[in-house]
């Protein structure tokens, strides 16, 4: 069930993430510049993945903190994609 869960959270997390990638919020296009000379476009998808893979292999081992802490890591995403979708940065 554990691991379930981690994949629903994967896939919010990237739904949220390609919402802010693609918004054109200045913060974003500043970080994306600048991260774009450094490491591919798409860097920062890797990164999601190998959270959504860690998270998943530490549910499927079993262990609860680790699902906890990428639920909370889902949450603060939420809340930081709803802050730039609304205008509110």
Known sequence: ???IFCFLMGIANFAMHKAVAE????????T????????SPY?????ELALLIGAMLFAAE??????????????M???ATWLLMSGRT
Do not use: C, Q
């Open 32 to 39: 994306k510049r600048y991260f774009g000379r450094h490491f």
């Open 62 to 75: 079993g262990s609860l903190l680790i699902p906890v802490v990428y639920w909370t890591y889902t949450g």
């Open 1 to 3: 069930m554990l691991l």
């Open 77 to 79: 995403n939420g809340i």
């Open 43 to 47: 860097a920062s998808y890797a990164i």
């Open 23 to 30: 918004s054109g919020h200045p913060y974003v296009e500043d």
